[in-house]
């Protein structure tokens, strides 16, 4: 029997819940599908840092490196430790580590999900840049503590990064609706986001089959408030990434169906699948966490392994348990409940 090796990461607060949720229902959708997954467990989280003085072990990388795919729950306990060295502690250094360049994040409504548009009929894949850009963690403090205290933070943006990511973009635009948007802010940076704009240009000629519309940054924010079913892929920054999907992810209901996974398309380098949401420690513990996002994320996963099939079984299930109104209202149902549900469906 075909077999994957999967490093599981549930990380802090809710991420142990809907990560132990998510693995019931794809090592269940394996076995359907005549392969297996297998999980290794790694406690490396906010308590491992308070334990231990880091995120995960100096051969953290080294360690991961030999697995088939990621799956991520959730890190971060700001109370505890701050996000700024959560963050980079373990989630840059992989994504980083690991050339995961792409992250995508779809945003549709599942069904039985009533989003707050009011709207039905839009399915939007963003794609932000991974790598660099505004993350890049190029900068620093000099003067602290004193009134000529100065920090500075600079962006990076590589023309291989940048056209990698919008190459990525276009090939996904032509697998859908052919439509692809480029987010920037060209008006105003006129250095690195002018930059962006004249690659996205390059490339449109290679793509004639593509259509192609530059925004900024805020008449994006609001055409995805007015208009989001005018959009197919849309291709930002990591910056403008991570807020324009934060804001798919509210009209599509909420942080509780939001999927990520971040891409190595080289597959020189194990992917990480991940929800959206964090680690939300206000409700941890407490049994009502969300599984979708996590799941959601593990199909993608198991999509990327090409195990379509198996993939397309959980995405299913996760839709014939929300059709039932299971998981569509925050709070409603148990993450056990939902949980049960959708493994219900998948049987």
Not at 80 to 103: E, T, W
Not at 156 to 172: D, K, S, Y
Request: proline share 5%; glycine share 10%; net charge negative.
């Amino acid at each position: 029997m075909k077999s994957y090796e999967i490093a599981l990461i549930p990380g802090d607060g809710i991420g142990v819940d809907v990560t132990e949720a998510a693995w019931s229902v794809l090592t269940k959708a394996a076995a359907g599908a005549g392969f297996a997954l297998e999980g290794t467990t790694f406690p490396w989280s906010c308590a491992f840092y308070e334990e231990t003085g880091a995120m995960m072990p100096a051969d953290g990388i080294a360690t991961l490196r030999k697995f088939d795919a990621i799956l991520l729950g959730a890190v971060g306990w700001p109370v505890r430790v701050p996000d700024s060295v959560s963050l980079h502690g373990l989630l840059l250094p992989i994504r980083k580590s690991f050339v995961q360049y792409a992250n995508i994040r779809p945003h549709r409504l599942l069904a039985g999900v009533e989003g707050p548009l009011k709207k039905t009929d839009f399915d939007i894949l963003c794609i932000r840049e991974n790598t660099e850009g505004e993350y890049s963690g190029a900068g620093g403090r000099v003067h602290q503590g004193t009134s000529d205290e100065v920090a500075v933070e600079t962006s990076i943006f590589t023309r291989t990064a940048v056209e990698r990511i919008l190459r990525f973009g276009f090939e996904q635009a032509r697998k859908r609706r052919g439509k692809l948007a480029s987010v920037t802010k060209s008006n105003a940076q006129k250095y690195s986001m002018v930059f962006w704009d004249a690659v996205t240009a390059e490339l449109a000629a290679e793509y004639p089959d593509v259509e192609v519309t530059g925004y900024h940054i805020d008449a994006m924010a609001a055409r995805m408030v007015m208009a989001p079913e005018s959009l197919d892929v849309v291709v930002a920054s990591n910056l403008f990434g991570d807020i324009l999907t934060d804001l798919g992810a509210a009209i599509q209901g909420g942080l509780g169906f939001a999927a990520s996974a971040n891409i190595n398309p080289d597959r020189t380098a194990p992917s990480m699948f991940e929800p959206v949401h964090g680690s939300a420690p206000d409700i941890a513990h407490l049994g009502i966490a969300n599984p979708i996002a996590a799941i959601w994320s593990g199909a993608m996963m198991l999509d990327h392994l090409g195990e379509a099939g198996a993939a397309k079984a959980v995405m299913g299930a996760i839709e014939a348990a929300t059709a039932r109104g299971i998981g569509t209202v925050p709070g409603q149902n148990k993450t056990s409940e939902i949980t049960a549900a959708v493994l219900a469906a998948l049987a």
